[in-house]
């Protein structure tokens, strides 16, 4: 039997603490800091997403990363040489999420 993920709401109501920290601490506070831009900050957490087999959290920074600039092409470009260090299948899966993700996109 195959399960649905929870929605991000879902996720919300059940730990609201959680989610208030995520979006006032990470999003409000670390993602907003000077020394990286966006753009570098989305780069940086895709290619760690992507070596940590972290392919829940993937497609919202793949579309994080769009919105911040990164081109198909970069993408692709981080998940070959990531290839490399992280591992075949952690770069071949995230080559398929990226490409679902961006076909989401169009």
């Known amino acids: 039997m195959t399960h649905q993920q929870p929605t991000l709401d879902q996720v919300r109501e059940f730990a609201?603490?959680?989610?208030?920290?995520?979006?006032?601490?990470?999003?409000?506070?670390?993602?907003?800091r000077e020394g990286l831009s966006p753009r570098e900050r989305s780069l940086i957490v895709v290619a760690t997403l992507t070596a940590l087999y972290r392919?829940?959290?993937?497609?919202?920074?793949?579309?994080?990363?769009?919105?911040?600039?990164?081109?198909?092409?970069?993408?692709?470009e981080v998940f070959t040489h990531?290839?490399?260090y992280a591992g075949w299948p952690c770069a071949i899966?995230?080559?398929?999420t990226a490409i679902v993700t961006l076909e989401d996109l169009e």
């Open 16 to 32: 609201p603490k959680l989610m208030e920290v995520t979006d006032d601490v990470l999003f409000g506070d670390i993602w907003e």
């Open 55 to 76: 392919t829940n959290e993937l497609p919202s920074h793949i579309k994080r990363a769009i919105a911040n600039g990164i081109s198909k092409e970069e993408l692709a």
């Open 82 to 84: 990531l290839a490399f």
């Open 93 to 96: 899966t995230a080559i398929r």
